[in-house]
Every structure is written in structure tokens, then in C-alpha cells.
């Protein structure tokens, strides 16, 4: 039986292309700075995101890490979004290891932090009060693109306000493909920016993080402090050149079968679709609570693997490894459950 596996978009399997790329990777040391494949990748990733230079690392909750940490010292404050990825699924990193303390705000339907309320929050220069420092953004936001307009506003919002902008791009390429814009024309807003090669772009491993050269000579150290020196790296800068190079138009195909899949699903009547936040790779679902496990395991019986919160939400995301005929086949799976 083949799985059909809608739980994440980081669940791709490496395809051939991308294996051949690892078995004819010339190889160095990259804490020693000499893995070609390594150096070809960074250079690659900083033309590609319109920054001065970039940084590979194993994971995207490292990138961002490695960016507070860069950006900011102990007693800082960072602005987040409540729901982000960066203060609600990193560990409380960035507070654990640099003393930088989260300020939370909660994202608004559109996946962005409104900059009248970021401004309030911004605390006075005042003994009393952490130094607040930088703000947050993620794109996409629960696979909602935020709109290139509040980035321009955002990026003049943090420099009138003294403010250091970093994105939390895991999904960027998704939103410039949406968008039909280079991605360099989002990135430019920002000062610097995390990007996952291992979710949709269909590498095995790895994240990068991009800035001016300074920012990122900074994040080097940082990476290697927190473990993530890699040596032969190569093998891995070698998928995510493929990944630059060959899986970014067909983002396209991704965000046609969410919706295909979102259509499908909707002629079932206990299943809720929330149409705003489908606008790439991502289905938001809400499932009577009651049959949250039944649901779940009726389809895992047959190839389909989901994930169902205890409050009946379920997040299904479509990537390489998830043809039209597999979205397809899941909504038919579900709507067997409902409909036996
Ligand atoms: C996946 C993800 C990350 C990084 O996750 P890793 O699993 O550590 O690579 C960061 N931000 C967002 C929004 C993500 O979805």
C-alpha cells in the first residue's frame, strides 16, 4: 500500500536527483570553510535571497536561533507572534540559551502582526524595562502569505523604530511562488531570513539563514557554539542546491492540490474547510471532536496519514511526495469514514 502521508511537508524522501547530487559532492571540512559544495550552496542561497551572505545549519529551529542570538544580547526582547514557530515550538530557545525574552502578540486573520500593536509594545528606554530590540515575522503563516505590502511597511516600521527585522521564512518559497514575485523581492524587507530546504523543497535536511555579511559572520560562531558545525556538510549543501535550483516552480503543484484537496473535502458535511488560510500547501480542516482517533486511524488503515488535534483541527499539507490522484484518494478515505 502506498502512503499517502498529509501530516507535514517535511516528510519527503530525497529523490534521485538530489541522491546523485550527494554521491558526486566534492567534499571538505565546512568548519574549516573548505567544502566547495558547502561554499557553492551559501553563495547560491545569498544570490537567491538578495543578501550579502548565508549560513547553512541542520534545522530551521537553528537558524532561528542562531539569528536571536545574533541580533540581540541578554535582556533583549523580541515581538512574536503568539502562534510562531520561533517562541512556541523552538523550546524557548532564544530565552534559554540567550536571555532573550519573548514578547508576544497574537497574529492577526491575515498572518501578521499589526504594527499599531507591535508599536505599544515596544517598551521606553527606562531601567526598569528590557531593551526591546527586534521583531518577528513568519511567512507563511499557517500557510497564509503575508501581503508584500506589510513587509514595506514593516521594514520601515523597524528602522524608524530602531527595530532589527528577521523573518521566519520556512515556508518564503511558497509565498513567492504564490505570489508569482521573486523571492528576492521579500526578502529584500527584511534583515534577515531562516528558509527550510527540508519541508517543501524536498531536501532531507537542512535550513538556511541569510543577512549581511557581519550578521552572519556572528551566526557562524553561534552555530558552532550551539553544535551545529557540521564537517563533510557537503553532503547535504548538495540537496539543497537541487532544491534551489529544481523544486521551486513546482510549489505551484503543492498549492493546485490543496485546493483540489480542500474542494473535494468540503462536499463532506461534518468537515469545516477554513478558506482563509488556503492560499498554499496547507489544508485547514476542523473535524467533529467525538471522532477525532476513529477518524485518524480509519485512515491510516487505508495509506492516509493525518494529524488531528484533540479539538478536531486537522492540518494537512501537500508536497512533492503528494500527487492529484493522492488528494484524491485521502478525501475519498475521509469521506468514506463519514459516508461508509
Ligand atoms: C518547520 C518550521 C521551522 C523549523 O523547523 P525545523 O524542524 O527545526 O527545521 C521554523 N519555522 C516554521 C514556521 C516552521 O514551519
Not at 467525538?290 to 486537522?314: D, P, Y
Request: glycine share 8%; aromatic share 4%.
Amino acid at each position: 500500500m502506498t502512503v499517502i502521508d498529509l501530516r507535514s511537508d517535511t516528510v519527503t524522501r530525497p529523490g534521485q536527483r538530489m541522491l546523485d547530487a550527494m554521491c558526486a559532492a566534492e567534499l571538505g571540512d565546512d568548519v574549516y570553510g573548505d567544502d566547495p559544495t558547502v561554499n557553492r550552496f551559501e553563495e547560491l542561497a545569498a544570490e537567491t535571497f538578495a543578501t550579502e551572505a548565508a549560513v547553512l545549519a541542520p534545522t530551521g529551529t537553528q537558524t532561528n536561533l542562531i539569528a536571536l542570538l545574533a541580533h540581540c544580547q541578554r535582556g533583549d526582547e523580541y515581538i512574536v507572534g503568539g502562534d510562531a514557530h520561533t517562541y512556541k515550538y523552538e523550546g524557548g530557545g532564544a530565552a534559554v540559551l540567550g536571555g532573550i525574552q519573548p514578547q508576544t502578540l497574537p497574529f492577526d486573520e491575515q498572518g501578521v502582526l499589526p504594527l499599531d500593536q507591535v508599536k505599544k509594545l515596544i517598551k521606553e528606554d527606562d531601567t526598569h524595562f528590557a531593551r526591546t530590540r527586534l521583531l518577528a515575522l513568519e511567512n507563511t503563516q499557517h500557510g497564509r502569505v503575508v501581503p508584500l505590502a506589510y513587509l514595506q511597511q514593516a521594514r520601515q516600521f523597524t528602522r524608524e523604530n530602531g527595530l532589527t527585522l528577521h523573518l521566519d521564512g520556512a515556508r518564503v518559497m511558497n509565498a513567492a511562488v504564490k505570489l508569482g514575485v521573486p523571492v528576492a523581492d521579500i526578502t529584500r524587507q527584511v534583515d534577515s531570513v531562516s528558509v527550510c530546504l527540508s519541508k517543501g523543497l524536498g531536501a532531507p535536511v537542512g535550513s538556511v539563514l541569510c543577512g549581511t555579511a557581519a550578521f552572519v559572520a556572528e551566526a557562524r560562531k553561534w552555530r558552532k557554539m550551539v553544535g551545529g558545525g557540521m564537517r563533510q556538510a557537503g553532503l547535504i549543501a548538495a540537496t539543497g542546491i537541487v532544491a534551489l535550483e529544481e523544486n521551486v516552480q513546482r510549489l505551484a503543484e503543492d498549492h493546485a492540490n490543496a485546493e483540489h484537496l480542500a474542494t473535494a473535502l468540503e462536499s463532506i458535511d461534518e468537515i469545516e474547510i477554513n478558506r482563509n488560510w488556503l492560499e498554499t500547501n496547507m489544508v485547514w480542516a476542523t473535524v467533529p471532536r467525538a471522532v477525532t482517533e476513529q477518524l485518524a486511524s480509519h485512515a491510516a488503515a487505508q495509506g492516509v496519514k493525518l494529524s488531528i488535534n484533540r479539538e478536531g483541527r486537522c492540518r494537512m499539507v501537500t508536497h512533492l511526495d503528494v500527487s492529484r490522484q493522492d488528494v484524491e484518494k485521502a478525501a475519498e478515505v475521509i469521506g468514506d469514514f463519514f459516508r461508509p
